[in-house]
Structures are given as C-alpha cells and as structure tokens.
C-alpha cells in the first residue's frame, strides 16, 4: 500500500475532515436507523389495535348466526371484508371447530384446523388472529384472520428511503461545515509546520508566523515566535563568535606559518653552515693526525681520535636535520610508485654498506602507493635502516615487509626480529633527538623516525609501531583513501 494512503501520511485538514465526517456519518446512521425502529413498532401497534377492532366487530355480528348455525349469513357478514385489499383469510368456527364460513383471496389456503392452533400475531408476511366469538358471556364459536402486512412494508420502506434521504442531505450539508471549520484548527498548524521547515531548511530565523485567537493555538504561535527569536539572536552570537574564532585562527596559523618557515630557513641555514667549519676540523684534525702523529703521546692520539669521531656525528646531525628540513620545505609531485621496487633497490644498498650477518629479507612484490618518490624513499629507507640495524645482533637478521589494503587505504608494515623496545617509551619514538637505545648500543642521531613521521604526515597518513623488548618490532605505514585515489 502506498505511503500517502497510510493514516501517519495524511494531512492534518484531511484528518479533521474524516473524522468529523465518520462522527457525523455515525450518529446519522444511529438515528436513523433508531426512528425506523420505533416507526415498524409503532405502525405493527396500530394495525394490530386495527384488526382487533375488526375482529371484535365481526364476532359481536356473527355471534348469533354462530348459535343458529347460518352459515348463508355469517357468509355475508365477513364478505364485507373483501373492500378491505390486505385481508387474506378469514374464517369462522363454530364450537366444535367446524368451519361454518370463510372468506379467501386468490392465493389463500384452506381455513386451518383447529384442532391444531395455529400460530398468532406477526408470522412472516402476515398478521394472524384467532378471537372467541361470545354471546351473553357463552363462546359459541372462534373466528380467524389473516392480513397481509404489504402496506406496512411499503410504509416502511417510503420511510427508510426518507429517513436516508434527509440523512444524507444532512451529511452533504455537514460536509460543507467541516471543509470550512477545520481551516480554523488546521491553518494554524500548518502555517507553523510550514515555518519549521523553511528553518530547517533555508536557517532563516527571521520567519515569524501569524497568531490566531488567544486559545491554544494563539499561545502555540506566540510561544514558536519566542522560540525562534531566542534561537535568532543565540545563532547570531554564535555567528558572530566563530567569524571572531575564524579571525583568531587564521591570525594564528599565519603566523605559525610564518614562524615555520623561518624556523626551516634558520635550521636550513644553520645545518648549512656548520658544515664548512666540521670540515675545516675533520680536514684539520686528519691532516694533524698523519703529520704529527710521531709528536703526540697516546692521551693526545685519544683526544685527536674523539674530536673525529665527534666531528663524524656532528656531521650526521647535520645531515639528518638537512633531510628533516628538505622534506618538510620541498614540493610534493604525487605519482603513483612501485614500492616493492623501491625497497628492494634500498635492500641492495644496505646489503653493500653492512657486516656479513645471514639476512633474510621478505618483501611483498606489488605493493603500489601514490605519494611522493624521493620523501618515500627517504620515510622507507629510514625504516628498513632501523629494522636492519637493531636486528643486527640476532643470529640471523630477519626482516619482513608486506601490505594490506582496505577500504582504499593501504597501510604497509616492517617486521623484524631485533631488540625491540619497551611500549611504554613509544610516544618518544618519533619525537627528534628521542632515543631508546644509547649510543654504545646502536649509533644513531634520532632524526630518523622523526623524518618518517614527517613524510608520512605530509602524505596525511599515520605511522605507529608495536614491539616488545628482544621481541622485534613492526612499523605501520598507513595512507589514506583520500591519496591513493
């Protein structure tokens, strides 16, 4: 069934016009049918009281004919009946219960025995009386009638019809007065539900709607039009409010913006220009060291050989602050790139430039992300550098790398099975200059997953990690939907 024919669906004015028409049609209907009912009762009370009166007649005229058994005579008393059109039967009896005269219509039976009584009153279609005829107080005989109720059917029929008739000249009437009354209950609320919804809709918070009459729907209307105003001016604070916050924030963010990038250019810069100097010193302190080698002492070789070696990580510092600025500063060209291919050739490099340990490396072939090349080359190298770095005491490193792609994303992972670290240090991971492990355990300058972090959020993304210490630990790269489409 359609939605429209439900009764939740209707409008409100086709509502009120039903039901006031269903109540009406109702007690039409009840009285109607009421005054057909006392009309059938009161016309079968006034024909009964009509053919006893005849028949009290006939019996105080037949009364002697019956004691002298003239039947030529009693034929000619009830013969006057055939002027009466429903008369179907009569007949009378004398006191054994011998027919002594009768009287019958066309379609009539014989009299009825007697010696059986037959049934009186309303029976079907008739009306059947059977009365003692008496004479000086002795019964000298009975007489029966019979009458056709036609006439009384007829009438009520003309009555039905009538008392329909008028019904429904009623309803057409009270169908007129209910269209016109339900636009007094019906406007008000319709005028609000439409002023609701241009609100909702259009959020103008200026409509107002009319008030009608003092009753309930006058306080509805007065008590929505307060409603709105108070929303009206708590909406235009707010607007006010947040064009204010909007001010504020892009205040904010422009001058963020403006200390970041002088904050790359001075780190820029300063990485830049440290690096001239530590190369005057590691020039300096290598040229000391082969010519003047024969004039220092051993404290003197130790202090030449620990200003090197700071001059070594002084220069990976620089180097991992120099790519921690390029990646943030430099233009992006989205592409989409082999990433298998891309971790494969990095495996390759890292194979030449480490220790002879048994390595396995596992690298899912296909995996495919759009991004840009040279900072996802930088994010994953660090990552396959760390994973092969501190799975470098395990008797066999052992380093996985594969993916998985969901609802468009694709999130990448780096397994290995090196040292680990405690969870509980996890949000320190990729903060820089945060590190777990000191510097005797495993170099480093703690720039790296800082690195990471960087390029994985500038492609929107997320990395985070899970381990356990000398459990290995997995690395989670995940690029949104948004990217790889």
């Known amino acids: 069934m359609s939605n429209r024919w439900r009764w939740q669906y209707w409008p409100l004015k086709a509502k009120l016009v039903f039901l006031t028409l269903s109540i009406s049609t109702l007690g039409i209907l009840l009285v109607c049918t009421s005054l057909i ?37 009693l034929a000619t008393i009830i013969s006057s009946l055939r002027k009466i059109e429903t008369i179907e039967q009569v007949c009378v009896y004398n006191t054994a219960g011998d027919v002594m005269a009768e009287l019958n219509s066309a379609t009539s039976a014989t009299c009825p025995n007697l010696a059986t009584p037959p049934e009186v009153g309303f029976v079907g279609d008739y009306y059947r009386l059977l009365e003692p005829v008496t004479l000086d107080g002795d019964t000298v005989g009975q007489l029966y009638l019979m009458s056709r109720l036609e006439v009384l059917r007829e009438h009520i029929r003309t009555f039905i019809l009538m008392a329909f008739t008028i019904g429904l000249t009623i309803q057409v009437a009270l169908v007129w007065v209910a269209f016109r009354l339900q636009r007094l209950v019906s406007e008000p609320i319709s005028e609000l ?9 259009n959020h103008d918070y200026s409509i107002r709607v009319p008030v009608y ?40 963010t422009s001058e963020l913006s ?51 070696a700071a001059t070594v990580r002084m220069g990976g510092l620089i180097d991992g602050l120099l790519v921690l600025s390029r990646v943030s500063r430099q233009a992006m060209e989205i592409q989409k790139h082999d990433l298998s291919a891309i971790l494969e050739e990095i495996v390759e490099e890292l194979h030449a430039t480490s220790d002879d340990r048994p390595t396995e490396v596992t690298i899912q072939p296909g995996i495919e992300v759009v991004g840009d090349g040279r900072m996802l080359r930088i994010a994953f190298q660090n990552l396959l550098a760390n994973a092969w770095k501190y799975s470098s005491k395990a008797d066999i490193r052992k380093i996985d790398v594969s993916a998985c792609e969901s609802h468009g994303s694709i999130t990448v992972a780096i397994r290995d099975n090196g040292v680990g670290f405690d969870m509980k240090y996890v949000d320190k991971l990729f903060v820089a200059f945060n590190r777990l492990h000191t510097p005797a355990e495993f170099s480093g300058t703690g720039l790296g997953l800082a690195t990471v972090d960087r390029v994985v959020r500038r492609h929107f993304g997320e990395v985070y990690a899970e ?19």
């Open 193 to 201: 539900s439409s002023a609701a919804e241009q609100i909702a809709v």
């Open 467 to 485: 381990s356990s210490v000398d459990n290995g630990a997995c690395f989670y790269v995940k690029f949104p939907a948004s990217v790889q489409k």
């Open 213 to 252: 009459g003092k009753d309930e729907l006058g306080r509805l209307g007065n008590a929505f039009n307060e409603m709105i105003g108070t929303i009206e001016h708590q909406n235009r604070k707010i607007l006010a409010s947040r064009d204010e916050l909007e001010r504020t924030v892009a205040d904010r």
């Open 37 to 73: 009912v006392v009309e059938n009762r009161t016309y079968e009370e006034q024909l009964e009281s009509e053919l006893m009166v005849l028949s009290g007649i006939l019996a105080e005229q037949s009364a002697a004919a019956l004691l002298f058994e003239d039947s030529q005579q």
């Open 258 to 308: 403006l200390a970041n990038r002088e904050l790359e250019a001075f780190s820029f810069s300063v990485s830049h220009d440290l690096r001239q100097p530590l190369r005057a010193i590691e020039g300096f302190g290598q040229a000391l060291e082969e010519d003047c080698r024969g004039q220092l002492n051993d404290t003197g070789l130790d202090y030449l050989s620990r200003i090197r």
